[in-house]
């Protein structure tokens, strides 16, 4: 039987989505169209401009590895994952680093652009507050990834009542699959309604107008309901696979199949519908929504029962990657924003026209990052992540 403890392929998998997330706001500062850059340079920027699809990637996952103690106890039978084992789980994972940000960026961006300090922002931050409303929606002015914490806080809050409202309700596999999928198709449906009802004006909308405008324009597309439309299709994915996992399921190459085909369906959509930085036109969604997430819970599910991709993912680079995602995620823009307003005034929005300049920055900036996330990881998350599961071992002993 395949080992339950971790999806094989899904370390690689979180790289991937993290170095695409960086290697998006990276390219974001070069010129494609400046003098002398060869055409293999501007095609490699159109595919980069696109990374921004690992944010959707990394909801996929974290849906999908989530809801594997939920879809366990139904499979096995079972009593239901605890909830304040959940609760502290999630909680240790992801407060410690972010907070510590939030009390980093704010300072940061004081001495950065000297402005003051958004309080009603850093409060609705901290509360997890700050996605339901435009001005708000960036935590920071500095590191605007943090935008979306809030959304996978929220999502971590509501896929217990999706899952046990399914496990109390329903006892089969089938069942549950087509509840899920229920649910799923009642988000989309309730999607329109959200867009419509939180609309903003068009007074100071736009990129130009800093991010307040620039939230506007993302807000509401980027809403809950579409995040955790993504959440839930990752489930789909942990569904299929505890279900393989219970049947003692061999590895086989129809895994590895299925899962390059969909990784090349996946990202072959992108690079022909996705427009960077907006919703699509058909979905009004982000990340093509729910078309792409449904590709890579796809991949995931396959390559999880392939022979040789997962192999290849989950190579000792990327384990490690995967391991400090987090801190990569949100320290890295941090850094970008600290080269371009005290050193380097042309790292702005296409406004680098030397490669070899924009690659030794680009470079130094990810190294550092590096070098910051992994003491993070050492020295705050896995000593707070071991002393919580210790905990958690003694308590259930």
Not at 90 to 118: D, E, K
Not at 165 to 188: D, E, N
């Amino acid at each position: 039987m395949q080992s339950e403890a971790r999806i094989k392929g899904a370390d690689g998998i979180r790289a991937v989505a993290c170095l695409l997330v960086i290697f998006h706001h990276l390219a974001q500062r070069l010129n494609p169209d400046a003098p002398g850059l060869p055409l293999w340079v501007q095609k490699v920027h159109y595919c980069a401009m696109r990374g921004e699809v690992g944010v959707s990637i990394f909801f996929v996952l974290s849906g999908c590895l989530l809801s594997m103690p939920f879809w366990r106890s139904l499979i096995q039978g079972g009593a239901a994952p605890s909830l304040r084992l959940y609760i502290r789980n999630r909680a240790s994972r992801i407060l410690p680093g972010y907070y510590l940000l939030l009390c980093i960026s704010a300072p940061v961006g004081q001495w950065l652009i000297h402005q003051g300090i958004g309080w009603s922002r850093l409060a609705a931050s901290f509360l997890f507050l700050n996605n339901f409303d435009y001005r708000t929606f960036f935590p920071s002015e500095v590191d605007t990834p943090l935008w979306s914490i809030g959304l996978e806080v929220w999502c971590y809050v509501l896929l217990p009542f999706v899952m046990l409202g399914i496990l109390r309700c329903l006892h089969t596999v089938k069942g549950a699959a087509l509840a899920l999928l229920g649910v799923i198709v009642g988000l989309q449906l309730l999607n329109p309604i959200v867009i419509s009802m939180l609309m903003t004006d068009g007074k100071d909308k736009g990129w130009q107008y800093g991010l307040i405008g620039g939230a506007k324009v993302w807000f509401p597309y980027w809403n809950l309901d579409s995040f955790f439309t993504q959440f839930l299709i990752g489930s789909c994915a942990s569904l299929f696979i505890c279900w393989r996992y219970s049947k003692a399921g061999l590895p086989s190459v129809v895994g590895d199949v299925v899962g390059f085909v969909a990784l090349l369906a996946a990202f072959g959509l992108v690079l022909i519908r996705l427009n960077p930085g907006a919703p699509d036109d058909f979905t009004h969604q982000p990340y093509l929504t729910p078309l792409f997430p449904a590709l890579i819970a796809l991949a995931l599910a396959g390559i999880s029962q392939g022979k040789i991709i997962w192999l290849l993912l989950d190579n000792a680079l990327f384990r490690y990657i995967a391991r400090i995602s987090f801190g990569l995620y949100v320290w890295h823009w941090l850094l970008i924003s600290i080269v371009e307003l005290k050193w380097m005034p042309n790292f702005v929005y296409f406004g680098m026209n030397s490669l070899s300049r924009w690659t030794t920055i680009s470079a130094s900036i990810l190294f550092v990052s590096i070098l910051i996330a992994s003491l993070s990881w050492f020295v705050l998350e896995r000593p707070i992540l071991q002393k919580y599961r210790k905990a958690d071992y003694v308590a259930t002993k």
